[in-house]
C-alpha cells in the first residue's frame, strides 16, 4: 500500500473536504471512515438504493469531487482506526481483521460526533434508540424503525427525522421538544444571514403540520415502559429548567421512541494522539483545542467538523476545507500568502454562519432538570448494567474521576469505553459530589477503540 | 435479489445491501441480544458503531457490531449472550 502524506480519519462532509482541499494543492491523502461509502451522518449513502430514499445530492457531490481526485486520495471505507500513538502513527484495522500502522506527516482529525441520550427509566428496551439510529435504517435501506414512533429531545435535527420518518410511511406519534415555544418563536429570524437554513427548518414544520404530527413544545420523556420491549411512553411538561411536573404525566402507546438531545464529539483519538482537550459544553461537551488554523496542541494533527465541537454539515464542510489547506502549507506544499487568501473567504463564511448555530445552541442548552429522571434501579452504564443507585454509592464513597469510578462501580468500563454514559453520567456525579464538571474530566481513551478483537492485535502491526 | 443467512442457526432472508440489525427489524425482530449481567434484551441503539448495545456473534467472531456489518451470503448471525466488555478499556 501507497504512503500517504495525510491521514484523515472520517468520511463525513470534514474529511471528504479536507482531502479535496489537500489533494487539490497536489498532497496524496488516504480517508479512512468505517462506513461502507464516503458520505458520514449527514450525506449517508444507501446500501440498499432500490429501498432508500435518494442520497443527498450535496453528498453525491463531495463523493464525486473526492472520485475526481482519485490519484491523489485513497478511500479506504469499512477500516476502523483504533489507535494514533507517537509520532503520528495511526493504527488502522480492516474488515477481514488486517492491522496496519500508518504513518504519514499530517493527520486530519474528522470523526464526527454521536447522540446524546440522558438515562431515564426503560431506556434500555429494545425500541427505544436515537433519531439517527433510526435514520440509519431509512436512509440506507428503507427499513422502518417501528410502526408507531415518537420522538423527543430538543433540536432541528428531530423535526429532519420525523419528516424521514413520515415519508417512509410510519406512524408518528408526536415530536416532544423540551424547550418552550417561546423560546423557539424568540429566534430572531431576520437577524441571520442564512435564510436558506431557516427556510428548512420552516418547510419541516409545515411538513408535519400536513401529516398531522403535532409538535410538543415544553415536554420531556421521563420514562419507557415495556417487559421485553418498548410498549409505551411517559411523558411531562417542564419548567424552564426541563424539570417535569410529575402530576402532567401523559402516557402514549407506542413501540418506538427516538430520544436525543444533541451530538457528542468523538474525541478519542485526539485524546490519545496527546491534543489538549478543554471542556465547552455550548459545542458538545469535551474538544480538542485548536488554533485559528485548526491545528491541534500536536504538531502535525489537525481536526475538524463535529468531532472537534458540534456545528453541524455546512461549518463541518468549511473546517475540512481549511484544515486541508492548513495540512498542506504544515508541510510545505503552500506558500504562507496562499494558505491566508484560501484561509480568508473560509473564515468569513463560518463568521456568517455563527449567529443562527449560537442562537440554536442556546435553545437547546441541556437544563439540570434532564438530570433528575433517574432512579435508583436505572441503568446509568448501558454496557456493564451499573445502576444509579451502584454509581452513586461509589461517588459517596469518594470515586469523583472517570478512573476511579470505572474501578470501583464498573460504570463506563464497557464496550463503549464510557462514551455513551459519560456525557451525562459526569453530571450526575458532578451534581452528586458537588464538584465541577471540569474537574470530573473526561473518560480516559486508551486503544483499542471499538470492540477489535484479540485476533487483530495479534499479529504485530507492521510499520508500511 | 434476497441474501440467506442463518439466524440462530435458521435459514432467514433479507434484501441486498442491510445490515445485520436492518435485516433484524426488516425480520420483525426487535431485539438483538440479551445482556450478560441480567440478561435483558437490547437492541439498535445509536446505530453508527459507538454504543455497542447491538454486538452478536457473527461468522464465529465475538462481539460484533451488527449495525455496522452488512449481510453476506450464508452468514450465521447469533443473538446469544452478549457481554459488552471484549478487550477493550481494561483498566
Ligand atoms: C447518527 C447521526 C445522524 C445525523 N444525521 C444528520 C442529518 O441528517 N442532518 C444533519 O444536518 N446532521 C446530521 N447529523 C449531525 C452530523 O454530525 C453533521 O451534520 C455532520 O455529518 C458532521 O460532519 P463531520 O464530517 O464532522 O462528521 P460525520 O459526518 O459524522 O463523519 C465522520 C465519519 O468518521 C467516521 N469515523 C469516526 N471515527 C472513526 C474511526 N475511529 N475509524 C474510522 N472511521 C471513523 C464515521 O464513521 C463517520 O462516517 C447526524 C449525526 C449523527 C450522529
Ligand atoms: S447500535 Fe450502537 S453500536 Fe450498533
Known amino acids: ?196 437554513i431557516l427556510a428548512e427548518g420552516l418547510a419541516y414544520l409545515n411538513k408535519l403540520d400536513r401529516a398531522h404530527v403535532p409538535v410538543r413544545y415544553g415536554r420531556i420523556v421521563v420514562a419507557a415502559q415495556g417487559e421485553t420491549e418498548l410498549n409505551a411512553v411517559e411523558h411531562a411538561p417542564v419548567d424552564a429548567e426541563w424539570f417535569p411536573d410529575n402530576n402532567r404525566i401523559e402516557t402514549e402507546q407506542v413501540d418506538t421512541l427516538l430520544v436525543g438531545y444533541g451530538f457528542v464529539p468523538r474525541v478519542q483519538l485526539a485524546q490519545m494522539a496527546g491534543c489538549n482537550l478543554e471542556l465547552r459544553p455550548d459545542v458538545g461537551g469535551w474538544i480538542p483545542v485548536r488554533d485559528r488554523n485548526l491545528a491541534t496542541s500536536v504538531a502535525g494533527i489537525f481536526a475538524a467538523g463535529d468531532g472537534a465541537g458540534v456545528a453541524g454539515s455546512l461549518v463541518a464542510a468549511l473546517e475540512g476545507q481549511l484544515a486541508g489547506m492548513a495540512a498542506a502549507r504544515f508541510l510545505g506544499a503552500i506558500d504562507e500568502a496562499t494558505f491566508t487568501a484560501a484561509r480568508d473567504p473560509i473564515e468569513q463564511e463560518l463568521v456568517r454562519l455563527k449567529p443562527l448555530r449560537r442562537a440554536l445552541d442556546k435553545i437547546s442548552a441541556l437544563q439540570p432538570g434532564l438530570m433528575s429522571l433517574v432512579r435508583d434501579d436505572t441503568i446509568v452504564c448501558r454496557c456493564e448494567e451499573v445502576t444509579w443507585r451502584e454509581a452513586r454509592a461509589a461517588v459517596d464513597a469518594g470515586s469523583t474521576t472517570y478512573r476511579s469510578l470505572k474501578m470501583t462501580s464498573r460504570a463506563g468500563m464497557g464496550a463503549c469505553q464510557g462514551r455513551f454514559c459519560w456525557p451525562f453520567l459526569s453530571r450526575l456525579v458532578a451534581a452528586e459530589a458537588k464538584c465541577s464538571l471540569a474537574d470530573i474530566g473526561p473518560p480516559s481513551a486508551r486503544p483499542p477503540l471499538g470492540p477489535i478483537t484479540l485476533g487483530a492485535l495479534a499479529p504485530q502491526a507492521q510499520d508500511k | 435479489m434476497e441474501i440467506e443467512f442463518t439466524l440462530d442457526g435458521q435459514t432467514v432472508r433479507c434484501p441486498q445491501g442491510f445490515t445485520v440489525t436492518g435485516a433484524l427489524f426488516h425480520l420483525g425482530h426487535r431485539s438483538v441480544r440479551v445482556t450478560a449481567r441480567t440478561a435483558a434484551p437490547r437492541s439498535l441503539f445509536c446505530g453508527i458503531g459507538v454504543c455497542c448495545d447491538c454486538l452478536m456473534q457473527i461468522d464465529g467472531r465475538e462481539s460484533v457490531r451488527a449495525c455496522t456489518t452488512l449481510v453476506q451470503p450464508g452468514m450465521r448471525v447469533v443473538s446469544g449472550q452478549g457481554a459488552a466488555a471484549v478487550v477493550a478499556n481494561q483498566a
Open chain 1, 1 to 196: 500500500m501507497s504512503h500517504s502524506a495525510i491521514v484523515i480519519i472520517g468520511g463525513g462532509p470534514a474529511g471528504m473536504s479536507a482531502a479535496v482541499a489537500a489533494a487539490t494543492q497536489g498532497l496524496s491523502c488516504t480517508i479512512i471512515d468505517e462506513g461502507f461509502a464516503l458520505g458520514g451522518q449527514i450525506y449517508r449513502k444507501p446500501t440498499n438504493p432500490e429501498r432508500a430514499p435518494a442520497p443527498h445530492p450535496r453528498g453525491e457531490q463531495l463523493r464525486a469531487e473526492v472520485a475526481k481526485l482519485a490519484q491523489q486520495i485513497q478511500v479506504r471505507n469499512g477500516d476502523n482506526v483504533w489507535g494514533i500513538f507517537d509520532e503520528l502513527r495511526v493504527a488502522v484495522t480492516s474488515p477481514d481483521q488486517h492491522t496496519e500502522l500508518l504513518q504519514p506527516q499530517a493527520v486530519i482529525l474528522a470523526p464526527g460526533a454521536h447522540e446524546l441520550v440522558p438515562p431515564f427509566p426503560g431506556w434500555t428496551l429494545p425500541g427505544v434508540m436515537t433519531p439517527g439510529a433510526a435514520q440509519t435504517l431509512i436512509k440506507t435501506m428503507g427499513v422502518a424503525p417501528g410502526k408507531r414512533v415518537l420522538l423527543a429531545g430538543t433540536g432541528p435535527f428531530l423535526l429532519a427525522v420525523a419528516c424521514q420518518l413520515v415519508d417512509t410511511g410510519v406512524h408518528v406519534v408526536a415530536v416532544l421538544e423540551a424547550s418552550s415555544r417561546p423560546a423557539w418563536l424568540s429566534l430572531p429570524l431576520h437577524g441571520f444571514r442564512t435564510p436558506k
